[in-house]
């Protein structure tokens, strides 16, 4: 399909972006995971060999992704939901344990994150929503609470794997897409007050997670303790300045600061790339966030269609995560557990950042070949 040469081809510049984020995540980790995976495997590399892994799955699942037309994901929107939320069922009880969270199911070769794969299908399934019910969304109360009500069910779900970050993002997918769709604004006052009050009362009935928010708030406080990741980031940071100290040359890596590889390594970037590395991946993720947003627009512009709910979501779920990550390896968020999309080590979160990639590089193709249906 990508191949064809009668008419326009893919979007070469969203596929370079994400090329050049997956060219610096092996970079990357290549510097970050090396104490870990000599201290753990025995081996320098371990970590990075199943990191290439994951990417060469990802890319895979990419290939597969940009093939099938967009019109066969929204026929199967709800299916692909309803399987993920059995995953999500399945992770609370057969799932992998790890820091106190229950995230994982383990398959052998790798391990699955289900909430990760959630994202995705709930791009989805609500652009399949938004797309199909759009007057209901618009006119009607209960357009507005069926969404909330399957939102808070799925919130119930991650919120006991611990899964904080993804419920946030997820969330703000959910109130993205119903907002471009014109729902009303006093519907968002409603909902915004019960999850603001919901979010309180799991900080403050929920001790680890009120001392995210206190360490967040004066991580020097106690630096040993619960501010010890958050000030061993920030030192990483400091230690970067401008131009950074050179790649390979992190002194964090080495086992001061933990999950150097995995959610901050954020701060790793920051400390071997300085500044301007950082503002050199941020200019990639913000580029794929416009691509995505534009892309969206451009054939919501027609109508309410699938494909440009779909665009926008993607665009709010790269959006969110670069947002959280980087907040939160910068200390101006509380913890939260998400990857830098495309960057971080993490095979579910690749997989679903590749496809997602290709995804908007199919929707780009189809607009271009006359394929969608813009009403």
């Known amino acids: 399909m990508m191949a064809q ?9 969203l596929f370079c972006a994400a090329a050049l984020l997956m060219l610096v995540s092996v970079v990357l980790i290549a510097s970050a995971s090396v104490m870990e995976s000599k201290s753990l495997y025995g081996s320098e590399f ?30 199967y ?34 391990n699955v994150q289900p909430a990760e794969f959630m994202k995705l299908c709930w791009i989805i399934y609500f652009s399949s929503f938004a797309s199909r019910k759009i007057e209901e969304v618009r006119t009607k109360i209960k357009g507005f609470l069926k969404p909330m009500v399957l939102l808070a069910v799925v919130a119930v779900l991650l919120l006991e794997e611990p899964d904080f ?36 009362f799991m900080v403050v009935t929920q001790p680890y997670r009120l001392r995210r928010v206190t360490s967040f708030l004066d991580p020097w406080a106690d630096q040993f303790g619960a501010g010890y990741q958050l000030t061993q980031s ?56 416009v ?28 959006c969110m995560q670069t947002t959280i990550n980087i907040g939160v390896a910068s200390g101006a968020l509380p913890t939260k557990g998400l990857t830098l999309p495309l960057v971080s080590f993490g095979g579910s979160s690749m997989i679903v950042c590749c496809s997602a990639v290709a995804v ?16």
Not at 80 to 101: D, I, K, P, Q, T
Not at 361 to 373: A, G, P, S, T, V
């Open 5 to 13: 040469r009668s008419g326009p081809g893919y979007d070469r510049a």
């Open 46 to 75: 371990f970590l990075l060999k199943k990191h290439v892994a994951s990417m060469c799955v990802a890319l895979g699942a990419a290939f597969v992704t940009a093939m099938v037309p967009t019109r066969i994901w929204q026929r």
């Open 77 to 110: 929107a709800m299916h692909m939901l309803l399987l993920n939320a059995l995953l999500l069922v399945l992770v609370l009880v057969v799932g992998r344990n790890v820091n106190e969270a229950r995230r994982w199911i383990n398959l052998g070769v790798f």
């Open 165 to 200: 970050g993804s419920c946030v993002v997820i969330a703000a997918i959910c109130m993205g897409i119903l907002w471009i769709a014109g729902s009303p604004i006093i519907y968002y006052g409603m909902a915004l007050s019960a999850l603001a009050a919901a979010g309180i």
């Open 234 to 289: 920030l030192m990483a940071f400091g230690r970067g300045g401008l131009t950074g100290q050179g790649l390979g040359n992190s002194i964090q890596k080495l086992g001061y600061l933990p999950e150097a590889h995995t959610d901050f390594v954020t701060a790793i970037l920051g400390e071997e790339a300085g500044f301007i590395g950082m503002c050199v991946v941020i200019a990639l993720e913000f580029f794929i966030v």
């Open 291 to 318: 691509k995505s947003l534009r892309l969206g627009f451009g054939i919501l512009k027609n109508g309410p269609v699938f494909q440009g709910f779909v665009s926008v979501g993607i665009g709010l779920l790269f």
């Open 360 to 375: 908007l590089l199919r929707i780009d193709f189809e607009l271009k070949h006359h394929q969608i249906d813009l009403g």
